[in-house]
């Protein structure tokens, strides 16, 4: 049976965060996942996933100051000790809450070398602190249309730089959103990817609405995931149209 979570960084964005997980078993999830839970205390957040029995399976480390251009800060050079501290951050608030993975984001760069160079060594640092925990590091394409200039936005960027970190515990978070905006051809990708896959998401293309309607099919996406052995959750990180509860009947659809 397919397995649905709920990105709650997009979805009942009018509830605190503990909330917002109790939300999202009455509607009939899985599991749940975040961005930057780290102005809710962990106590709450895990009584939550205790009461409603849901994984959280990602968090975010912290982006940085977005007001200034900041969408991560993990290979950007010269600020490495932020970096650091991101990650310390994460990984520690993950294993309070008992989080499968935290997302590792890049940032904005030029695209050079020593970017590339800085966020493999911030990697490795954090696939060895988050190992200590069981945690699992994703890091994610996102494309150039919605962040410009993110280090990451390319399939075969990615895998190179989880090929060179060459950490056990460090996967792809493969959103078909962000992929199919930058690459197209979603079944191939997923087909050529899956062992390097950790976590898929979706969203429609190109608003990133709900996912029952725009240019992916996710019936057929769904089913090429089913037939390649695909066995993880599929997170609903998209931006509802009116609101969340109004919005959910893809749920039942794509079930």
């Not at 960084?9 to 009018?14: A, D, P, R």
């Not at 997923?190 to 996912?211: C, F, K, M, N, W």
Request: proline share 4%.
């Amino acid at each position: 049976m397919r397995k649905f979570s709920a990105n709650l960084g997009f979805l009942w964005q009018e509830l605190p965060l503990a909330d917002a997980i109790r939300a999202a078993e009455r509607a009939g999830f899985d599991a749940v996942e975040c961005h930057w839970p780290f102005s809710y205390a962990s106590a709450d957040v895990r009584e939550a996933l205790v009461q409603t029995q849901l994984p959280l399976l990602s968090l975010n480390t912290w982006a940085g100051d977005k007001s200034n251009g900041d969408f991560g800060l993990c290979a950007l050079p010269g600020r490495q000790d932020e970096a650091v501290a991101a990650i310390d951050e994460a990984v520690s608030y993950a294993a309070d809450v008992n989080c499968r993975s935290v997302h590792v984001m890049a940032g904005v760069t030029d695209a050079g070398a020593v970017a590339d160079h800085v966020l493999k060594k911030h990697l490795d640092y954090a696939c060895s602190r988050a190992a200590r925990h069981g945690i699992g590091i994703l890091i994610e394409p996102i494309n150039q249309r919605d962040v410009p200039g993110y280090h990451l936005s390319r399939l075969e960027h990615a895998i190179d730089i989880i090929d060179a970190v060459d950490c056990p515990n460090l996967k792809l978070m493969f959103d078909c959103y962000h992929i199919e905006i930058t690459h197209g051809d979603l079944m191939r990708h997923l087909q050529q990817t899956l062992p390097y896959i950790g976590h898929v998401q979706i969203a429609a293309v190109p608003d990133r609405s709900e996912p029952d309607n725009g240019d992916v099919d996710y019936l057929k996406i769904l089913s090429v995931l089913d037939a390649i052995g695909y066995e993880g959750y599929v997170g609903a990180e998209y931006k509802p149209r009116l609101t969340t509860s109004t919005g959910l009947g893809w749920l039942d659809l794509l079930k």
